[in-house]
């Protein structure tokens, strides 16, 4: 915690120059935001639209979408993160300047790379930015659990929420208009992608001399050598993973559900499931293998920090609970650009305008007023009802796919240069489709800063980094793992049942949050003082 501050401590009793360190920190989780949420679109909404526009069909692009997987297994190489730091910049700000700099040779990289005539390459250069994006999340969460005293993360959580939906405005909406041939700049996609390397040097330069220095803390030693070697075995194990898969993972799965899907799917539809199949297939594999070898090479920063967070009471019903909250949310929002621009057959422009702009505006709004009333009625009360919201909001998406266009009366937006973004004509807005992104994007950032608190609440202050990359890696399993699927059931049972599926699978996590009551109840008690007993409070079993 930092020195002068107390989570109980009232705000008229800070003297003045606690308050501006609080708004400094309070500042600083909004840029540090904002340099998480860039690269993330890139490789998400921002890449769809690329590949959609490059006239790749929606099943490849879902299958495109594990171009995202580092964000699920960031895990494995955070305890490198929480056992060393580049020297120099003290903790945890050494690691965001080096991310921040290979994330902007990588940008470059990937935008003189062509999506359609070397998707292959592509798709590499694109896990690669995932990577290193990864990696720096796994900095700035670290960074922002260690900064932020209990008293300020739940604005925290809103403000940072702020940061990278502002950044994702830039990245995934109004770059969209710039590559509007008819409205915008007239931007490609790589001009794009260049620019937002440049965004990264400079978000470098502003993590070398903006961030406060962390105080230190004490870290049981571990055996270097140990947990350089247990990373490189768990490496390997992937490695071995990925070649046994691809050298018979394709043809067992064509024996085990070929004959299944015969003469009931398209080629092309049979292929992809069993494309499917396969990569479920390989991941079974391949985790097992890589715990096994994470134990055998005594991997000490991974195994500590992990068994640290499994020695809470009901620890597994908590990572149950965080894929599922956000699962719905994710399987509806997976192919989001795709049906806007390709089913919907709205512009570039319009998507760019109301999905992106208007929408995550409104996500920051949301998740604002989420910080709000987490104040006001606490930790397990705002996710129950935020995630209400967040599965009703599902349904919007379903009634737009059912009635299509100009259904409701829209709007016109006029033509404007600002600069950096312009419309070069009048541009309609469709009513209906401003109604539904307005009430999703509202609801999906309450819930947003809600469970972002929640997740900073299960963090041990010596094993940040890795059990926050465990705990946001499981938050991820929906955003990154259901691309695929959610590509193959558009495609095969249409839109309309599509999004009632992605409503169906929002309701798990709330019966599961109810009968978790007093677990989430119990995370909200003040943290305890530095020297006190590591990890947070034990709580009642949550499977009770």
């Known amino acids: 915690m930092p020195p002068g501050s107390s989570p109980l401590q009232p705000v008229a009793a800070l003297?003045?120059?606690?308050?501006?360190?609080?708004?400094?920190?309070?500042?600083v989780v909004v840029l540090l935001g904002f340099a998480s949420g860039l690269p993330l679109a890139l490789t998400g909404q921002a890449m769809q639209a690329w590949l959609s526009?490059?006239?790749?069909?929606v099943a490849t692009i879902g299958f495109l979408s594990l171009v995202g997987l580092p964000y699920t297994f960031k895990f494995l190489w955070a305890p490198l993160m929480d056992r060393f730091d580049p020297p120099g910049l003290g903790r945890r700000r050494g690691w965001l300047?080096?991310?921040?700099?290979?994330?902007a040779g990588a940008l470059f990289l990937l935008a003189g790379t062509s999506p359609t005539d070397a998707t292959r390459v592509f798709a590499l250069m694109a896990v690669a930015v995932a990577f290193i994006s990864a990696s720096q999340d796994v900095i700035i969460d670290a960074y922002r659990t260690d900064l932020l005293p209990p008293a300020e993360r739940g604005m925290g959580a809103s403000l940072n929420v702020m940061g990278y939906r502002l950044a994702m405005i830039l990245s995934g909406g109004i770059a969209l208009i710039w590559t509007d041939p008819n409205q915008g700049g007239g931007w490609t996609w790589p001009e794009v992608y260049r620019f937002m390397a440049l965004l990264m040097v400079g978000a470098a330069v502003l993590s070398a001399l903006v961030l406060p220095k962390l105080p230190p803390v004490e870290v049981k030693t571990s055996v270097a050598r140990n947990d350089v070697l247990g990373f490189m075995a768990v490496v390997a194990a992937v490695v071995v993973g990925y070649l046994v898969t691809d050298r018979w993972g394709q043809s067992l799965s064509r024996a085990l559900l070929g004959p299944l899907l015969e003469g009931h799917l398209?080629?092309?539809?049979?292929?992809?499931?069993?494309?499917?199949?396969?990569?479920?297939?390989?991941?079974?594999?391949?985790?097992?293998?890589?715990?096994?070898?994470?134990?055998r090479a005594k991997f000490e920063t991974l195994i500590g920090g992990l068994s640290n967070y499994f020695s809470q009471r009901g620890a597994a019903a908590f990572l149950i609970f965080i894929v599922l909250y956000k699962l719905g949310d994710?399987?509806?929002?997976?192919?989001?650009?795709?049906?806007?621009?390709k089913a919907m057959t709205y512009s570039s422009a319009e998507v760019g305008v109301v999905n992106k702009v208007l929408?995550?505006?409104?996500?920051?709004?949301?998740?604002?007023?989420?910080?709000?009333?987490?104040?006001?009625?606490?930790?397990w009360r705002a996710l129950m009802f935020f995630g209400v919201l967040q599965l009703v909001s599902n349904l919007g998406f379903w009634w737009l796919a059912v009635n299509g266009k100009n259904t409701l009366p829209g709007l016109t937006l006029p033509p404007f240069d600002?600069?950096?973004?312009?419309?070069?004509?009048?541009?309609?807005?469709?009513?209906?489709?401003?109604?539904?992104?307005?009430?999703?994007?509202?609801?999906?950032?309450?819930?947003?800063?809600?469970?972002?608190?929640f997740l900073m609440s299960l963090c041990n202050r010596r094993f940040t980094a890795t059990q926050f990359a465990l705990l946001s890696a499981f938050a991820s399993v929906g955003r990154v793992w259901v691309g695929p699927l959610a590509g193959v059931l558009a495609e095969s049972i249409g839109w309309p049942t599509f999004f009632i599926i992605s409503t169906v699978l929002?309701?798990?996590?709330?019966?599961?949050?109810?009968?978790?009551?007093?677990?989430?109840?119990?995370?909200?008690?003040p943290e305890e003082p530095p020297g006190a007993a590591a990890g947070p409070a034990a709580a009642p079993d949550p499977a009770r």
Do not use: C, Y
Request: zero cysteines.
């Open 15 to 27: 003297t003045l120059s606690q308050r501006l360190s609080a708004l400094h920190r309070l500042v």
């Open 53 to 57: 526009t490059s006239g790749m069909d």
């Open 97 to 103: 300047v080096l991310t921040q700099l290979l994330l």
């Open 266 to 295: 398209t080629p092309t539809l049979r292929t992809r499931w069993i494309d499917l199949l396969a990569l479920l297939m390989g991941i079974a594999f391949t985790l097992p293998l890589a715990a096994w070898a994470a134990r």
């Open 330 to 341: 994710a399987f509806a929002g997976s192919l989001m650009t795709p049906f806007l621009l």
């Open 359 to 379: 929408g995550l505006w409104l996500t920051i709004a949301g998740a604002l007023v989420g910080g709000l009333l987490m104040l006001k009625i606490g930790l």
């Open 418 to 453: 600002w600069g950096f973004v312009k419309l070069a004509q009048a541009t309609p807005v469709d009513g209906g489709l401003l109604a539904v992104v307005a009430f999703e994007n509202v609801s999906g950032g309450m819930g947003t800063a809600a469970f972002l608190a």
């Open 506 to 525: 929002a309701a798990p996590a709330l019966v599961m949050l109810w009968r978790m009551r007093d677990s989430v109840r119990a995370l909200e008690a």
